[in-house]
């Protein structure tokens, strides 16, 4: 009878297809384990399996011992009473783990009354730095850092043992993530609990848990001290992973060649936009040049996205300029028209981007058709599917979205873009659903367009390994201000205003040393 | 601010609805006038008198000013067919409606989304096959069939016309029974209709939650599985089911013509028929005005009880 938790071979099969493949690993309490894959390496499956919540579909072999006793036999009462008072489960609750239409501290309480366990909701609200009257809000009146600490609250409610965290930051901002991490850490090791955490970001692992595993197609691939596996890593997986993680300072993850200074292509000049009485955007100045790539770099709310709409002409600004190649952007008519096919945009989940209904060739040549372009369509939109790097394009055009890889996806959101030969890509955090092998091909073409094309960019992003990984200049915008800008090294490296430096310091720091 | 919203929404369709309910009786083909005369002799003078009399004489502007400052009285005009009040004549049909439609709502609801509940938390078993078949049959058959059926399956067991009979002692209990005899055929009737509509919305509602984190969130707490279904995954999944549900009561009022007719219930759906064979166009209008005005009531409430329901939604 060992406490905490031991996984002994644990197989998991959908039908046929093996999704988890004899998985060993051991969490006694005050352990903290990291463990680290891409979407569909069997890691979710892996938590969901230590109290049984996987779907009837899946068969189950080995053992998944909790406290000595074997989850896959118990019956559903001991199961019942197991769940959440022996491990509990931080959700991704930033999206939609918690209920909708329920008060949060109902949600909280719930599982301390069937369990019988005693204190109370506003203890635990403080012990997740909540303020007690949160517990009659809805989950829709929380932000997602407040959403994730209800979860952590609820999590801790039962004193459990275990505590299983799924992705507990995904789709936060460095800093909230960095504040949502210090509390979970903090209660980990004040309640002395194991801490199984489950992530694709190895720099947020690393930054939390003594031990890392990492898997890959289900198997795992590597297993040791945290800091060790990524300062050296033994599978080419698991470097992989770590190179999708630039170390921002680190000249091996710059992949941008030196910009040559260019004139510029948009100008921003005191640009303003309201929404009603709010200022998102107040008195903005930016610059990209021919060729360049800059980073828009901030929180969500601090007005980035607002600042693009209004550069593509999709927001009317309450005062200010917006100059692109030398001319005022018009506000409406043909005109408008015919600048938003210099300017495309690129968003954040292709998934969401393209119409299922869609084949790749309508999705790309959609473009020619809204703008009324005549001429070989095929031609085109073969040449733009090519330029995005998917290659033969006869082998892709007709397919639909859902038979492509989230790669190939954003490859084919790319491609939509270029076939109208644009000079400027705007891009909505264009690698930030993609996962980590294909997020560095996804990069690499960004750069690659620059240079063939002379296509200049703005990125538009909370992630700054990605600003240090490709661009020329950082701009850093903080509610509705430009607060810094300048070139890479020197607002990453040496940033000078407050809030840069929090930015900076926010990212969770991969391996000694850096 | 929303709630203001809301309510002059509402007030803006129910004037439509009175403006249009003038207007469409004046485009159709027809003289009222001859077809209240059917099958009578008449004299030209006779005709022009009852003209006088209903105020057909007059120009259209000055008919659809009284009109409409008469419904602001709550006057409706008079019906050419009972030579009274349209307003006294479908107050006094209201009380049969709002008894079959009342009944037979409660009823449908509480067994429609019951059965929607069951079938999606079990999805493919046996009850959600029979469920969902028998929820799409009763839902395509033709109502007038449906009730002519049921009259000739249950025979002399329920009486199948009107509301109640000419020989029941007046005491109320007899009375009463009497009533509820009479109510069974037509509101199994109605039931039937609508429980499967329901049924099949609550089905296809909950479905969709089915896969919703939340509820791997509230299973991993340990909670049982009708714990589950009751607490978390119904509240949410009822929220468009209670919006069809109103949307359906006011419809119903009027929608409930077929039963009414085949089963002879002296209801507004009876009524509507007989003004419709008239026709009898105030009384039309009158109806219009009335059942139109109770969908846009209902959907009121559903808005405002949605605003309840769901804290999402900011009403007031």
């Not at chain 1, 200074?261 to 009603?276: C, F, I, S």
């Not at chain 2, 709630?3 to 007030?11: D, K, N, Q, S």
Request: hydrophobic share 45%.
């Amino acid at each position: 009878m060992s406490a905490g938790l031991q996984l002994n071979n644990l197989t998991v099969h959908y039908g046929h297809k093996r999704v988890v493949d004899d998985v060993t690993l051991a969490v006694a309490p005050g352990q903290t384990l990291g463990l680290a894959g891409e979407s569909g390496s069997g890691k979710s499956t892996v938590a969901m399996s230590v109290l049984r919540l996987l779907p009837g579909t899946a068969r189950v072999d080995g053992e998944v011992l909790l406290d000595g006793e074997d989850v896959r036999t118990m019956s559903w009462g001991r199961l019942r009473a197991v769940r959440w008072a022996s491990a509990s489960i931080v959700f991704q609750g930033a999206m939609h783990s918690l209920n909708p239409v329920r008060r949060v501290g109902e949600q909280i309480a719930e599982p301390m009354r069937l369990h019988g366990t005693e204190g109370s909701v506003a203890a635990l609200l403080e012990q997740v730095e909540l303020p007690r009257d949160k517990a009659r809000a809805y989950p829709h009146e929380l932000s997602g850092g407040q959403k994730q600490r209800v979860m952590i609250a609820m999590a801790l409610a039962c004193r459990p043992r275990l505590v299983i965290a799924d992705e507990p930051t995904t789709a936060l901002d460095v800093i909230v993530q960095a504040q949502v991490l210090a509390v979970l850490t903090r209660l980990v090791a004040e309640q002395d609990l194991g801490l199984l955490m489950i992530s694709h970001d190895l720099s947020v692992l690393a930054a939390t848990c003594d031990e890392l595993a990492v898997m890959h197609q289900g198997r795992l691939v590597e297993r040791g001290r945290a800091r060790q596996v990524v300062a050296d890593p033994r599978h080419p997986h698991t470097a992989a992973l770590t190179a999708a993680f630039p170390v921002i300072g680190d000249p091996a993850h710059r992949w941008a060649e030196p910009a040559v200074p260019a004139e510029p292509l948009l100008r921003v000049r005191d640009l303003t936009v309201d929404y009603g009485r709010t200022r998102a955007v107040d008195g903005v100045d930016l610059e990209v040049g021919r060729g360049e790539i800059v980073a828009l770099v901030g929180q969500s709310g601090s007005g980035k996205t607002t600042l693009a709409r209004a550069i593509m002409g999709l927001r009317r600004p309450s005062s200010g300029r917006v100059i692109f190649d030398g001319a005022e952007v018009p506000r409406s008519g043909r005109a408008l028209k015919a600048f938003r096919r210099q300017v495309q945009l690129v968003l954040q989940d292709p998934a969401s981007a393209l119409n299922p209904r869609h084949t790749v060739f309508d999705a790309v040549a959609e473009g020619l058709r809204v703008h009324g372009l005549r001429g070989d369509e095929e031609a085109l939109v073969t040449a733009a599917v090519e330029r995005a790097e998917l290659r033969p394009a006869n082998l892709y055009l007709e397919a639909l979205p859902h038979e492509l890889s989230g790669g190939q996806q954003q490859r084919v959101v790319i491609a939509g873009a270029l076939v109208l030969g644009p000079r400027l890509l705007v891009a909505d955090e264009p690698v930030a659903s993609l996962d980590a092998s294909v997020r560095g091909e996804v990069v690499a073409l960004l750069l690659r367009l620059r240079r063939e094309l002379g296509l200049a960019s703005l990125l538009i992003t909370h992630d700054l390994g990605l600003a240090w990984q490709i661009a020329d200049r950082v701009a850093v915008m903080h509610q509705g201000k430009i607060v810094e800008q300048g070139s890479v090294e020197q607002v990453l490296l040496t940033p000078s205003h407050d809030y840069t430096r929090a930015l900076v310091r926010a990212v969770p720091a991969l391996g000694p040393g850096v | 601010m929303r709630l203001a919203g809301r309510l002059g929404g509402a007030a803006l369709s129910l004037v439509m609805v009175a403006v249009l309910g003038f207007f469409l009786f004046r485009v159709v083909p027809g003289d009222p006038v001859v077809s209240m005369t059917r099958g009578r002799p008449t004299t030209a003078a006779t005709q022009e008198a009852l003209r006088a009399q209903f105020g057909l004489d007059r120009p259209v502007h000055e008919q659809f000013w009284s009109y409409f400052t008469g419904l602001l009285r709550g006057e409706l005009g008079t019906s050419f067919t009972f030579r009274r009040p349209v307003a006294d004549v479908i107050l006094e049909r209201l009380g049969p409606t709002l008894l079959l439609v009342g009944t037979s709502t409660l009823i449908a609801v509480g067994l429609g989304l019951w059965l929607g509940v069951r079938a999606a938390w079990r999805r493919n078993s046996a009850l959600d096959r029979v469920t969902t078949g028998v929820s799409l049959t009763l839902w395509a058959v033709p109502t007038f069939w449906l009730g002519m059926l049921l009259m000739m399956v249950t025979g002399d067991l329920f009486p199948s016309r009107g509301m109640r009979d000419t020989d029941t002692p007046p005491d109320f209990l007899s009375q009463a029974l009497d009533v509820g005899h009479h109510l069974v055929l037509p509101s199994v009737t109605l039931v039937a209709v609508v429980c499967a509509e329901y049924a099949l919305v609550m089905r296809s509602s909950l479905l969709e939650e089915l896969h919703a984190p939340y509820l791997t969130t509230a299973r991993a707490k340990g909670l049982r599985d009708d714990v589950v279904r009751r607490r978390h995954a119904v509240p949410n999944a009822v929220l468009p089911a209670i919006t069809l549900v109103f949307l359906r009561v006011g419809l119903v009022v009027s929608g409930a013509i077929t039963t009414e007719t085949v089963f002879s219930w002296p209801g507004l759906g009876l009524l509507f028929y007989d003004a419709l064979t008239g026709p009898d166009y105030f009384l039309l209008q009158g109806l219009l005005v009335v059942t139109a005005g109770a969908v846009v009531v209902m959907n009121l409430l559903a808005d405002l009880l949605h605003g309840v329901l769901d804290p999402r939604v900011k009403v007031v």
